[in-house]
């Protein structure tokens, strides 16, 4: 599905990532930890085609394509989706029309027709119970005075609607509360499948508890220190960071 | 950081495409002003002696006056005696109906995306369209006339409803209001007129549209508007203009009069050309805008939508006359490139329980200067008279500018008036946002805008809602939805 060959990446003349590589095959759920400004945001975002990072080396390719040529919004009807760490505000744009309009690209984008108006209403209030969220934040602006949560619930809802086949979770976890991490878990779950994949990044290990990963890798530095399964994350919870750097 | 602020500038900075020229047989007068101009336009109108009085009168004062300086603009003096008065396309003989309009004037309105003739059989909206300094057709006259509404050229309704004329013009905005109104007055020379009778709630959208066509040519047009007590109407302004190098004035006169009861609903989208990416060219818009809310619980509402124009100043005004009386005003204006825009409004309150709204968007992008001016004057006699005003401004780009200019003058304690005013830009990461949602940088920059303006687009009436959107390349249906 993805693959990061030796991905180096640059802000200005500061460099961020140093080479990192990393495979994720179909229906697998990856996880990435490691500390603050290790560099987990801005693999995020340049997969995802922000401007403001140069790619010095390395590749970065989704089922074969080159995705770093592509447009973002190219890349995000091709499948890739980010649910961001900061999601923004966009007043008097209303969450159902945002909804429509992202699904309606990735349709267009496929070769489908634009979603029937009855349908997408059908479709949008399955997905929001699924997600324990009340309606009215359909008609509300775009994140505009959503609480951290459910600023975080709203980006899940957006991918639940889009369908992505790689999903991106930045820190999707922070600022939800318990039962609120359990139902957006249970979302997340209720769309694994053989063919979609998972990026998470997290630094609790709680999330992992209910979305078990496949491999988990650390990330330290603006690179990839560590791979190992579901059992690394429960030791970096125990003992930290630190003992890493020691072993390598 | 730079990059992505010239492609949302890219974005916004669609080209013209108005801008054609109608190739069409002229009667012009030579440019020029004075007495003797003023008098031929009055003959070449047919209109009764009081209406030549009226324009000499205005025309002597005029020239006693000087241009108003105090606005947040720059211009170059205009020399009025190069301009011309008068143009009309030549037609042979009166106008019967529709069919006698000059295929080539259809065409040109066809163009614009006003099918006179397609407007005529669809209903829904009576459309009156002034072409340079003439109206060349109403639609629907008969069918508003079995209602009692009287819609055409005011140059028609000087000959046919003088009295109506004489009771009414020049009592909202005086001849002496100002430079442009006092020229305005001396040299009008069509526009629309409106009378609503008593009780009547007009059966469909009322809609003007200018054009001006040909080269050095002034447009002054002056719109009267009458709702007698208890009645109804909601009417559109739309406006174009060709490119041309040389800048072209538009000193137009808009009067409004809501007696008891009644209520009236002005939009406009304004649409004229606004001159080339060096700020060549382009319209000088100098409009004077006021509604008389002179009968008790009546009510008016300004909402516009001003994309265009070199130089824009204008100020639609409510004066609250009766008591309980309302007056709101909505617009979005959106400046580009070397376009100046200097707008805002005056709620006057002198009756009781008067209350007044003020929702103003600005949107700058390029070099851009966008300002907002608003006078929330509050007389002794308005008792427990309210305002709110809320002025919010868009930046696009980082070479443009706002500037807001609330001025409040509360004469009556218990009055309650509220300003808020914001200042935001669209920033890279809602564009990537939008971006990363599957939509193009256009569309992303759309969304944002298109939210941005909600509060007052929601307020336009259908037709011109469609019309709005695809003027700031909107998609609109995000506030349907909303
Ligand atoms: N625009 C920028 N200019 C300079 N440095 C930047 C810029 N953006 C990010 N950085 C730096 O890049 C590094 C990686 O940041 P990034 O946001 O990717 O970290 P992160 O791993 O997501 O951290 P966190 O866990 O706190 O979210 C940090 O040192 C940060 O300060
Ligand atoms: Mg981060």
Known sequence: MLSIKDLQVNIGDKSILKGISLDINPGEVHAIMGPNGSGKS??????????????????????????????????????????????????????????????????????????????????????????????????????????????????????????????????????????????????????????????????????????????????????????GGPELALELEQKGYGWIGQEA | MTSSTTEIEQLIGKEYDKGFVTNLEADTFLPGLNEEVITALSVKKNEPPFMLEWRLKAYRHWLTMTPPEWAFVSVDPIDYQEISYYSAPKQKKELKSLDEVDPELLDTYKKLGIPLEEQERLAGVAVDAVFDSVSVATTFKGKLKEVGVIFCPISEAIQEYPELVKQYLGTVVPQEDNFYAALNSAVFTDGSFVYIPKGVRCPMELSTYFRINASNTGQFERTLIIADE????????????????????????????????????????????????????????????????????????????????????????????????????????????????????????????????????????????????????????????????????????????????????VKQPSANVEHEATTSKISEDQLFFCQQRGLSAEDAVSLIVNGFCKEVFKELPMEFAVEAQALLGISLEGSSVG
């Open chain 2, 230 to 409: 208890s009645s109804h109407v909601s009417y559109l302004e739309g406006c174009t203009a060709p490119m041309r190098d040389e800048n072209q004035l538009h000193a137009a006169v808009v009067e409004l009069v809501a007696l008891d009861n009644a209520q009236i609903k002005y939009s406009t989208v304004q649409n004229w050309y606004p001159g080339d990416k060096n700020g060549k060219g382009g319209i000088y818009n100098f409009v004077t805008k006021r509604a008389d809310c002179r009968g008790v619980n009546s009510k008016v509402s300004w909402t516009q939508v001003e994309t265009g124009s070199a130089i824009t100043w204008k100020y639609p005004s409510c004066v609250l006359t009766g008591d309980n009386a309302v007056g709101e005003f909505y617009s979005v204006a959106l400046t580009n490139n070397y376009q100046q825009a200097d707008t805002g409004t005056k709620m006057i309150h002198v009756g009781k329980n008067t209350r007044s709204t003020i929702i103003s968007k600005g949107i700058s992008a390029g070099k851009a200067q966008n300002s907002y001016r608003g006078l929330v004057k509050v007389l002794k006699s308005a008792e427990n008279a309210r305002n709110y005003t809320q002025c919010d401004s868009l930046l696009v780009g980082d070479q443009c500018g706002a500037h807001t200019f609330p001025y409040v003058e």
């Open chain 1, 42 to 227: 801005t693999l995020s975002h340049v997969l995802a085609g922000k401007d403001g990072y140069t790619i010095t080396g390395g590749s970065i390719e989704i089922e074969g394509q080159d995705l770093a040529e592509m447009a973002p919004e190219k890349r995000a009807r091709e499948g890739l989706f980010l649910a961001f760490q900061y999601p923004v505000e966009i007043p008097g744009v209303s969450n159902i029309y945002l909804l429509k309009a992202a699904l309606n690209a990735v349709r267009l984008h496929k070769g489908l027709s634009e979603v029937d108006a009855l349908d997408f209403l059908t479709l949008v209030k399955e997905k929001i119970k699924l997600l324990g969220m009340d309606e009215k934040f359909l008609y509300r602006s775009v994140n505009q005075g959503f609480s951290g949560g459910e600023k975080k619930r709203n980006e899940i809802l957006q991918m639940a609607i889009m369908e992505p086949k790689m999903c991106i979770l930045d820190e999707t976890d922070s600022g939800l509360d318990i039962d609120a991490l359990q139902i957006v878990a249970a979302g997340v779950n209720s769309l694994r499948s053989e063919s979609r994949s998972f990026l998470m990044i997290t630094h609790y290990q709680r999330l992992l508890d209910y979305i078990v990963p496949d491999v988990v890798h650390v990330l330290s530095d603006g690179q990839i220190v560590k791979t």
